[in-house]
Nanobody, 122 residues
Framework: QVQLVESGGGLVQAGDSLRLSCAAS????????MGWFRQAPGKEREFVAA????????YYKDSVKGRFTISRDNAKGTVYLQMSNLKPEDTAVYYC???????????????WGQGTQVTVSS
């Protein structure tokens, strides 16, 4: 299976930026679309962003459009989530995932990282 390791989370002030990274230990990393999900305390895990196999297409949750950017480097086996103008409501554990089904459905992602905490204070 694909092993995914997230990094880059931390504690920041509202309006600040962070870049999350997800490293994959998989030779055929290019054969998966990649997604970022997040889960806040007491809430369900929700879709944040996804990127196609080649990186040609990206998809975002409405509330993060214009603020977050997902990208991937298949040669390095890494996917990124650049987060700008962070808000307190962005506070959550962020998970990287690899899948081959529907971009927005967590069931389509068969491989998940352990998550990285993002905390945004006001």
């Amino acid at each position: 299976q694909v092993q995914l390791v997230e990094s880059g989370g931390g504690l920041v002030q509202a309006g600040d930026s962070l870049r999350l990274s997800c490293a994959a230990s998989e030779r055929y990393f290019w054969n998966y679309h990649m997604g970022w999900f997040r889960q806040a305390p007491g809430k369900e895990r929700e879709f944040v962003a996804a990127i196609s196999l080649s990186g040609d297409s990206t998809y975002y949750k409405d509330s993060v459009k214009g603020r977050f950017t997902i990208s991937r480097d298949n040669a390095k086996g890494t996917v990124y989530l650049q987060m700008s103008n962070l808000k307190p409501e962005d506070t959550a554990v962020y998970y990287c995932a690899a899948g081959r089904g529907l971009y927005f459905n967590p069931i389509s992602y068969r491989h998940w990282g352990q998550g990285t905490q993002v905390t945004v204070s006001s």
